[in-house]
Structure formats: C-alpha cells, structure tokens
C-alpha cells in the first residue's frame, strides 16, 4: 500500500515538473505550444524525436531549450555530407608531440551517462551514420575502442529542413521508425507572435534566449523510472484497446472503412506500416498524455492528439502517391479517427 | 342725446350683423334633392331605396353625427342602411350623395298613402354650422289579398311553405373522400416529422433514433450492460448529427457548430464525462451514480427535440 501512494504521490510530483519544463521551454519558444506538448511527452515516454519543418522556425532553439531545462550531459552534432559513423565516435587528431591519437569522439566522450544526443541536420549525413544512429536509437548502446559502450538515460533528438533536397540522403525506413515521434514545427500564424518574434529583441540572440531557460528543472537520471510509473499507473480500458485496433485497422485498409481521399484509389494507397511496435508506441505516448492531463486512464482524445506524429511517418503509400504524401497522409490519419466510432 | 346716438349706432351695428348673416345662412346650402323609385305599388316588406343629394358652398362639410342612425324610424318603418359618398367639390360647390334603404312593413287593408319622413343634416365649416332640410317622401302602399277571402278559394288563403328542395350531396361526398385521403397522409407527413416507425431510423434524424434505442436499452430494471449500450446508441447519434466521430473534448466544439443543442451543453458535457467513466475508467456503477439512466433518457429526449426543432 504504501508503495502505491508513494508511487501515486511522486507521479503528482513530477507532473508539476512536466508543467514547468513545458512551462520554460515555452519561454524560449513562443507560439509552439503543441510541438512542446509533444516534445515534452516524448521526454517522458523516453522516444527519440524529428522535427522537421522550414528553415528558421525555431527547431534548434526548442531541441536547446529541452535539453537545458532537463539536463545532464548533453552532446550535439551536425549533419554533413562527409560526416561519417567514426566521426561521432572517435576523434582523430595530432598531439601536442605530433604523433597522431584517437580519443574518444562526441558520442562517448562522456561515457554512459549522456542524457541527449542532438542531431542537427539529420538528413544531410550518409546512411552510414544513419545505421549507427539506428543501433544507437534500438539498443542504446555502440561499440568502440573494442568494447561496448552503454547509454541508459539517452535520448536523440534530431531534426531536418525539409526544403532542400540537394545533398540530402532520406532516412531509412526503419530509422525513421524508431523515432518515437515526427514532429512538424509550423511556422507561427499568429500575427501578435509574428510581431513579438520579428520586433522583441530577446528572440535576437538565441544564447542568451536559450540561457535565460531555468536548467535541470527535472533529473534526467529518473526520467526511465517515471516513464515507467506512467505506462503502469496509467490504465488503457479494454474499450480503448478495441478502439486502437480498429484505429490501426482504419490506417491499414482504409477502404474497408469507407474512407476516401480525393484523387486517390484507396485500394493500393497503403502498401505497409503501421508496425506494432509504431501502435505500441501510440499507447505509450497516449498514456503520457493522459499523465499529462491529470487523468489516471487513456481516452480516445489522448490518442488523437498525438497519433499523427507517432504514427504518420510509419505508414507506407505506393510509390505513386510519395510525392503527396504530406496531404494524403494527414487526411488518411484525420479521416481515420473520423470514421471509427468510440466508444 | 349722445347716448342715443350711440344706442342707435350699436343696433345699426347688430341688425348689419344679423343680415349678413342670414343672407350667409341663405346662400350656403345650395340644393337638395331627393331621388326616388316609383310613388306607388309598394306591399309588406318591400325595400325602399332613396338617394338624396345636397350641395353646400365649399367650406362646409357634413357633420357625420348628424346622419340618421339605421334603426327603427317607427312601427311600420325600418332604416336599414345609410351611405354616404362624397363626390368632391367643383366650382367651389361641395356636393354629397346620401343612399337611404328603408323597410315598409305596413300591412293595408286598401291602397293607402304613407309618408317617410324629413330630417335634418348639419354642415360645418369648422365654425359655423347650417342645415339642410331633407323633405318627407310620399307612397303608396296596397294590401297582397282581399280583406275577406271567399270560400272555397283556397288559392287566396295563405299558401302552404314551398317544399325545401333537396340538396345535393356530391360535394360533401368529394370532400370527405378528399378529408380521407389527406388525413393520412398528414398522420405520415407527422410520423416521419416525430421520427416514429417506420422513420425511426431516418438518417437525418439520428436522435430521434437515439432517442428510441436508448429508450429499449434503459427499458425494465437497468443493468451496466444496458446504460452501456443507452450510451453507444447517444454516441453514435452524436457521431451521425456532427458526421465524424464526437469525443468527449469535441462537445464543446459540437454545440457550437449545432446551436440548436446549445440549451443542452450542461447535460452534453455531463454525458460524455460519464461516458468516458463507464468506458475508459471501467467504472459503469460509478458512472450511472453521477449520471442515473433516467437523466439519460431525459437527455436523449431533450437532444431529440432540439434536433426536431432545427429540421
């Protein structure tokens, strides 16, 4: 018994540091209250996060300010097109003495205990460093120096411009399903925050921004107990269950749901996706949520909030689709959670 | 001596005044005639209609109140309709046409003269007031039979009624075949307006469907199974009226793109939550405590009507 209350007690607890890591970050970047919503469960369900959007809409400066207001170590690299795996790892350069020596590169230069690992630009750099990050996203750990290196509280954020194509190397498939959430930063509409973001000077200088973010507001080396509280503490009905499958259902072979998506033949638009482990990740980010909203059990609504971002970039269309992916897979989603019935 | 003069220069005066006004009074009412059918041949009950008109110098206009009322004029002689049309004024002569409808109910037992009489209208300029005299008009009336009718005369006796003649029947029959058909159709036109069978499941009416299922599903002793399944048959109604999927966040949304169901938000708000008790906290008791399965059906029945009211 008194393990449950002491369970319950600190669940409320770090609920109020959740509202105030939102609270921060949402100091640093105005306007983006959703994608910090997102970015904030994704902390708490421990998935790693892509943001992609438009050049200059504030993708760094978010990743910055989570990462400062969560805390621990914290490492971050650019994507380029000659950056290769051994680049993150080992860092080759020559001593004071002249003698060439490899150390240990960004990745492990901290050993196990780096809390987040920060990819700019991820679409820039070859698929040979998406193949590390792969194991590094899946297992948590890589090897160097001929031993194993372990990374248990580490979580990757990565993010990519969307509007260059030139130089670029898409993610792979499976990389890009082991990203917890896709998360697309809009560009603010408001025309009060366009006016603030453009005019205020405090969004001129995106250090001092960033530094004005109070740090460590939760202790990162706790976050996996939590998350894992939540996912027991947090109760999914058997309703909710058969509505996930059905959802699931809906995404897979929309047809038989009567969905129907302009100019598209719904017969072969789906070719594959939707894995289990992107439906498992579905719940989890739903139960976060749910946490989030002060509630002890998953509704319908939690899983509509966050399902486009977790499930979005795991469905698969036919090829002749890709190029519309952007609309035909927003709506496929929308017209999914439109069409089945709950409860 | 001055005062003499004086007397006799203020009676000067008033005698002037008199006179004008006489010879004022004279000239103002300009003509008065009286036209009228034929002077005889008149028997009980028959209808006498007279026409006088008068002409007045132009300022002066009648004065309504002096008209004669329709009414009883004396025991043989009914007034049964007075008109009055203005024709206008021209060469700075007004003239107006006064329609008079008598009834004679004079009974003779000879041809016998009878007067209708005279009587006074007022003119009015807005200060002076003259009058025009409407002279008394003379007939004569006969009796319908002889005094003494002879004996075996039946023919002069007072004849027997004239048999009512049968009336026809087919319009009535058309419109009581017109009545059969209509009503009905009225009573159709009204089941699918309430949604009953076999409306009931009309597609643009999903809470009068609601309305109905909950109703079986509430019906009897009410168990969780049943509130469960009185609160899918709410849900889909919401789903069908807002044409996706309705949860509990979207109520608010709902009622404002439906304001026929603003009234309604309370117990809207009110039915998701317990909803989102019963099935996602697994907790139908608890649910059906804070929303009991009557207040359910009230609900579906409110939603029903407000849907009625906006189609």
């Not at chain 2, 028997?43 to 009322?69: M, N």
């Not at chain 2, 509130?227 to 009226?241: E, K, M, N, S, T």
Request: hydrophobic content about 50%; proline content about 6%.
């Amino acid at each position: 018994m008194l393990l449950t209350r002491d369970a319950d007690t600190t669940l409320a607890d770090w609920q109020q540091r959740a509202r105030a890591l939102e609270h921060e970050v949402s100091k640093a970047v105005i306007g983006q209250d959703r994608v910090i919503r997102l970015v904030t469960i994704a902390v708490f369900a421990r998935g790693h996060v892509l943001l992609e959007g438009d050049v200059g809409v504030g993708k760094t400066t978010l990743l910055r300010a989570v990462a400062r207001a969560i805390g621990g170590l914290f490492e971050r690299i650019e994507g380029t097109i000659d950056l290769m795996p051994t680049d993150l790892i080992y860092h080759a350069h020559l001593g004071e003495d002249g003698k060439p020596r490899v150390e240990p590169g960004p990745l492990i230069r901290h050993g196990g205990d780096l809390s987040i690992f920060f990819f700019n630009e991820i679409n820039r750099a070859r698929p040979q460093v998406h193949s590390l990050l792969l194991r590094l996203m899946a297992e948590g750990s890589v090897t160097a120096f001929g031993r194993e290196y372990r990374f248990p509280h580490l979580q990757v954020f990565a993010d990519r411009n969307r509007v260059e194509r030139e130089e670029t190397f898409e993610l792979p498939a499976a990389a890009r399903d082991r990203f917890f959430m896709e998360i697309e930063v809009p560009a603010p509409v408001n025309p009060e925050i366009r006016r603030q973001l453009a005019f205020d000077p405090r969004f001129h200088d995106i250090d001092a921004l960033i530094s004005r973010v109070r740090g460590e507001i939760v202790d990162h080396s706790a976050l996996a107990t939590v998350a894992r509280a939540i996912q027991v503490g947090v109760r999914a009905s058997e309703v909710l269950q058969t509505y996930i499958t059905s959802l699931w259902a809906a995404v897979r072979t929309p047809q038989e749901f009567g969905i129907e998506i302009d100019g598209v033949d719904m017969e072969r638009l789906v070719l594959g996706g939707a894995s289990p482990r992107g439906v498992s990740f579905l719940v989890r980010a739903a139960r976060v949520r749910a946490w989030l909203e002060g509630r002890d059990m998953v509704v319908p609504e939690d899983l509509r909030e966050v399902f486009f971002e977790v499930m979005a970039h795991r469905i698969f269309l036919d090829p002749v689709y890709e190029l519309r992916r952007d609309r035909i897979v927003r709506e496929l989603c929308k017209a999914a959670i439109d069409a089945v019935a709950v409860p | 001596m001055y005062a003499s003069l004086v007397l006799a220069r203020v009676a000067a005066v008033m005698l002037a005044v008199i006179f004008t006004m006489m010879v004022q009074a004279s000239a103002q009412v300009r003509s008065v005639h009286v036209q009228a059918p034929r002077p005889f041949g008149y028997f009980i009950g028959d209808v006498i209609r007279l026409q006088v008109d008068i002409a007045v110098d132009a300022p002066f206009t009648i004065v309504s109140g002096s008209l004669p009322k329709p009414r009883s004029v004396n025991y043989w002689l009914d007034l049964r309709s007075v008109a009055v049309d203005d024709r206008g004024t021209r060469a700075n002569e007004r003239s107006y046409r006064i329609a008079l409808e008598y009834q004679t109910f004079y009974a003779p037992l000879e041809p016998r003269a009878l007067t209708i009489p005279g009587f006074t209208v007022t003119m009015s300029d807005g200060s002076a007031r003259i009058a025009a005299e409407v002279p008394a008009w003379a007939f004569l009336m006969s009796p319908l039979r002889e005094i003494r009718p002879q004996q075996g005369r039946p023919d002069a006796l007072l004849r027997a009624d004239v048999a009512p003649p049968p009336a026809s029947a087919a319009q009535a029959v058309v419109v009581a075949i017109g009545c059969g058909a209509a009503a009905p159709a009225l009573f159709g036109a009204l089941a699918h307006y309430y949604a009953w069978w076999p409306f009931s499941r009309s597609r643009r009416r999903p809470f009068a469907r609601a309305r109905v299922a909950t109703r079986r599903a509430l019906a009897g002793e009410v168990h969780a199974e049943g509130y469960l399944a009185g609160l899918v048959a709410l849900h889909r109604a919401f789903d069908a009226a807002a044409g996706r999927t309705v949860m509990a966040e979207d109520a608010k949304a709902f009622v404002a793109s439906a304001p026929t169901f603003g009234r309604l938000e309370p117990e809207i708000e009110r039915f998701f939550q317990a909803s989102r008790r019963a099935f996602f906290g697994a907790d139908p008791e608890g649910a059906m405590a804070s929303f009991p399965p009557n207040a359910l059906s009230t609900a579906a029945a409110r939603l029903a009507a407000a849907e009625r009211a906006a189609t």
